[in-house]
């Protein structure tokens, strides 16, 4: 698994498919990108088109949007800077919040990587490609839509634009993915729109912020209800 970020980002109004050129300006891209080349080159010289091998192994990737989910704590993340910001009754500080990224519900790639497995085991030959698992086109927001879901949600709030600095590291403005291939092979599609994946996302935080949550149960009914979703 590696991420949206292995593309070579033109900044233009183009959703990435698995075709698309690789590439990175800042260290976490380009290191993808080469996550990426590297597992091609092995899977094109050990199990090549057309071989016994590749027919009986199947060698691929997944790359997967911008991931939401409650348990998340890292700094520097929208969401739970956000949540922190809200819960100490700060407004949110939004680096660049014009950014458009494909935002996601984190149970959406686990389901595409369960299904691609699923090919994978069924039929190894059809399955050994890279492959996006990403949201719907129209759910693909600016951080500062984000921000303001993440407020609509915890009921409460605010947030500032703040400014990224001219030391601060290399971000895409401009980032979405193309996952028909997904969708019209391995039958997969995103479940949660951008506004349920943040309420959901909310959901957890709310809930870990009282006396007597059970991470566990709380996280296996979000799974629960996720496979139902899935399933109608």
Request: aromatic share 10%.
């Amino acid at each position: 698994v590696t991420t949206d970020k292995c593309y070579e980002n033109r900044e233009a109004d183009h959703a990435y498919g698995e075709n698309d050129r690789l590439g990175g300006r800042d260290p976490y891209s380009a290191s993808k990108a080469c996550a990426e080349l590297v597992v091609a080159s092995y899977r094109d010289s050990f199990f090549s088109e057309g071989s016994e091998e590749r027919r009986a192994v199947s060698v691929s990737t997944a790359r997967a949007g911008n991931v939401i989910g409650g348990g998340d704590w890292a700094r520097d993340r929208l969401v739970p800077d956000c949540i922190r910001a809200l819960s100490a009754g700060r407004p949110i500080s939004v680096r660049n919040p014009g950014s458009v990224r494909p935002w996601q519900f984190v149970l959406e790639p686990l389901s595409g990587y369960l299904s691609l497995a699923a090919h994978q085991l069924a039929a190894p030959g059809n399955a050994g490609e890279a492959w996006n698992f990403g949201p719907a086109p129209e759910d693909a927001r600016t951080t500062a839509q984000v921000a303001e879901l993440v407020v609509k949600s915890w009921g409460s709030g605010g947030w500032t634009a703040a400014g990224a600095g001219p030391a601060a590291p290399h971000e895409a403005g401009l980032l979405k993915l193309d996952s028909s291939k997904a969708r019209e092979r391995l039958a997969w599609r995103p479940v949660y729109g951008a506004e349920e994946a943040v309420a959901r996302t909310v959901a957890w935080y709310r809930a870990a912020a009282g006396p007597k949550f059970d991470a566990l149960a709380f996280t296996r009914r979000q799974i629960a209800d996720y496979a139902a979703a899935e399933r109608s």
